[in-house]
Each structure stands twice: as structure tokens, then as C-alpha cells.
């Protein structure tokens, strides 16, 4: 089955300076279970796309569809509840609340769907200790490694059992044995849990990971291979 679908989308941003075409009529499927990775140059549109599939921003154009629901026009509302129950969301810069702990932040995505305290708590210690951070639980950011940080975001994106976790550049401020640790981390919840998982990467040791891989090119599908 397709959990992602996309016909025809484009994507262009009101700019004062002048529009952007970030994304131009991209087609595509991605099957539930597959390890996508996105690549191409900087500017390309890959944190368009990824932000586009995982219901973030809308598309100028075209469709999309998720677990074969069209979501292109549903109201804000419904897709933002889509999204917690659905999806889990790395970014980058690791976006984790400052002032919160490892354990509160983990636990928040779940706060937002209105699971119980207890249940909250319960889930949340699961999926830090599968992490390695079950010492960490009372920690703020700051007071956490890089690696460590980049691990509580992965556990704050498990933490509802998404089906699809989107990561953009998930190893970019890691040095390369925890760039190692955190992707085969990724493949072995992907090979287990058959969680789908789309990945924004430069590093071609990180692309390696994907069994369908997608390149973009100012804006379009470069190439795709499965
Ligand atoms: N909010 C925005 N408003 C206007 N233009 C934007 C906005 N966000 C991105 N862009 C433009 O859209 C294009 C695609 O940006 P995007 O962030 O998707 O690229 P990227 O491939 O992720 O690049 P990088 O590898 O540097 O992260 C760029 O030319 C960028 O300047
Ligand atoms: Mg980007």
C-alpha cells in the first residue's frame, strides 16, 4: 500500500523580493515500510518537500493523499490532528522546548492528543530508554550532548507510534560515529516497527540507508530509485 501519494505538486512562496517556485509538478508514491531519502543541491526544495508530505505547509497545486486519505483541502484543524496521531518530525536543529526536560519534552506530542499523565509518562520513559536516555530523564537541552539532544527529538517523534517519520538532516550536526548510531537507529525502527521513514540528507554515508531514493533539482524530481 501507498502511505504517501502525490500528484502534480507544486509549491511557490510570496516573497516581497519576488515569487519562488520551490516545488514543480512533483509526482510521486512512497509504499508503506520503504526508507526514502531525499538529496540535492541546497535550494533545491527537499525541506519544501518533506515539510509538503508531512502536512506542515500546503501545496500552491496538485495534490497529496496520506494512507490513501486526499488531504489537499482539508481544514487546518483536521490536519493538524492527522498529524499527531500520524506522523513524527526530526528537524535539524533538534527543536526541543528549552526550558522542559528530556522526559516532558518526549512527553508532550502525547500531552497535545490528551493522553492521560500517567500514560504520558509511562510511553514516554519506553521510548527514552529504547534511546539510551533513561539517565537523562530530568535534564534540560542545554545540559545534553549534541548526540543526546538529537536523541531525545527521535524519541519525541516515536513517542505516538507514527507511521511515518519525516527526519530533515537528522545527522547534520553529529560527528560520524553518532551519525552512524542515530541512522542505524532510524533503519532498525523502520525494519522493525515497519515505521516508514523519509529523510532529507547531504551525507552520502546517510543516503545509503534509503531503499527508494529521491534526488531534486530545482525544484523537480531528478531522479527516483527504488
Ligand atoms: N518561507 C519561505 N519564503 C520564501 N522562500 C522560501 C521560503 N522557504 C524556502 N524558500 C525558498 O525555496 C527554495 C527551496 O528551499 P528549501 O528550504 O526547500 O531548500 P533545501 O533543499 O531544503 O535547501 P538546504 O539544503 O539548504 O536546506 C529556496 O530557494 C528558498 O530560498
Ligand atoms: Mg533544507
Do not use: C, W
Not at 500546503?58 to 483536521?78: A, I, Q
Not at 526536560?101 to 529504547?130: F, I, W
Not at 527529538?153 to 553518532?178: C, H, K, M, Q, Y
Not at 521513514?197 to 531503499?211: C, D, L, Q, R
Amino acid at each position: 500500500m501507498n502511505i504517501i501519494e502525490t500528484h502534480h505538486l507544486s509549491k511557490t512562496y510570496q516573497h516581497k523580493d519576488g515569487a519562488v517556485e520551490a516545488l514543480k509538478n512533483i509526482s510521486l508514491a512512497v509504499e508503506q515500510g520503504s526508507f526514502v531519502t531525499i538529496t540535492g543541491p541546497s535550494g533545491s526544495g527537499k525541506t519544501t518537500l518533506l515539510l509538503t508530505l508531512a502536512g506542515l505547509i500546503r501545496p500552491t497545486s496538485g495534490t497529496f493523499s496520506f494512507l490513501e486519505k486526499e488531504l489537499t483541502n482539508v481544514p487546518d484543524s483536521k490536519l493538524a490532528r492527522f498529524r499527531r496521531k500520524n506522523v513524527g518530525f526530526i528537524m535539524q536543529s533538534f527543536a526541543l522546548i528549552p526550558y522542559l526536560t528530556t522526559l516532558q519534552n518526549v512527553m508532550l506530542p502525547l500531552a497535545l492528543t490528551k493522553t492521560p499523565v500517567k500514560d504520558q509518562k509511562r510511553l514516554a520513559m519506553n521510548v527514552l530508554e529504547s534511546v539510551g536516555l533513561e539517565k537523562r530523564l530530568n535534564h534540560l537541552p542545554r545540559e545534553l550532548s549534541a548526540g543526546q539532544q538529537q536523541r531525545v527529538a527521535i524519541a519525541r517523534a516515536l513517542v505516538n507510534s507514527p507511521s511515518v517519520i519525516f527526519a530533515d538532516e537528522p545527522t547534520g550536526n553529529l560527528d560520524p560515529n553518532l551519525s552512524v548510531e542515530i541512522l542505524d537507529f532510524l533503519k532498525n525502527i523502520n525494519e522493525k516497527n515497519r515505521i516508514t521513514v523519509v529523510m532529507v540528507t547531504h551525507s552520502p554515508i546517510a543516503a545509503v540507508y534509503g531503499n527508494v531514493k529521491i534526488h531534486l533539482d530545482n525544484g523537480q524530481i531528478h531522479s527516483m530509485v527504488n
